[in-house]
């Protein structure tokens, strides 16, 4: 993360976000949500996010696809 912000996405599978160091900013589905090194967050199917301005750090992402009938 280089402190630049990310335009508000959505995605149509569910989405972890780790912080490894830094922090997160976002803002999800209206309301600010502020990560921190260790921590987790995940953001629901289909849920409007976008990255804030002075995120900084280094991020995971991992894309959870919906498994049909479970």
Known sequence: MDELPVEEEE???AEVLFVL???LELVVAGVPVS???GE???V???TPHAVRAGS???LVIVEVPEVPGV
């Open 40 to 42: 987790m967050y995940q």
């Open 35 to 37: 990560v921190g090194a």
């Open 44 to 46: 629901a199917a289909r």
């Open 21 to 23: 160091d830094g922090t």
């Open 56 to 58: 900084r750090g280094t």
């Open 11 to 13: 995605h149509g599978a």
